[in-house]
């Protein structure tokens, strides 16, 4: 998101600079632009701009805070291993009595 909030950011001084020396070239649709108007819009992109920036920083934060570390990925993992149990001793069998 701070690509994007950079990628607005350069449009809208762009917008600002060529409104302000032709109104006629940024608001190409308006029969009579004026400057306060470029003016007003540009304001508002750079809140966007500044928002969307402040936003993406604080996501990256989030994502580095939550990220596990690489000490971890290293430790071996545990493995079960196979313990001999013993056998029980068979009871004596007592002949029968005829």
């Keep these: 998101m701070v690509l994007q909030a950079l990628n607005l950011g350069i449009l809208t001084l762009l917008f600002f600079v060529v409104g302000m020396f032709k109104p006629k070239w940024a608001l190409f649709f308006m029969e009579k632009p004026s400057r306060w108007l470029i003016s007003s819009i540009a304001m508002i992109c750079f809140m966007i701009t500044m928002t969307m920036y402040g936003q993406g920083i604080k996501q990256t934060q989030v994502i580095e805070k939550h990220k596990k570390p690489a000490v971890a990925l290293t430790v071996p993992v545990p493995v079960p ?11 004596k069998v007592v002949p029968k009595k005829k």
Excluded: D, L, N, Q
């Excluded at 001999?84 to 068979?90: G, M, N, R, S």
């Design 81 to 91: 291993e196979a313990v001999p149990v013993p056998i029980p001793a068979t009871p």
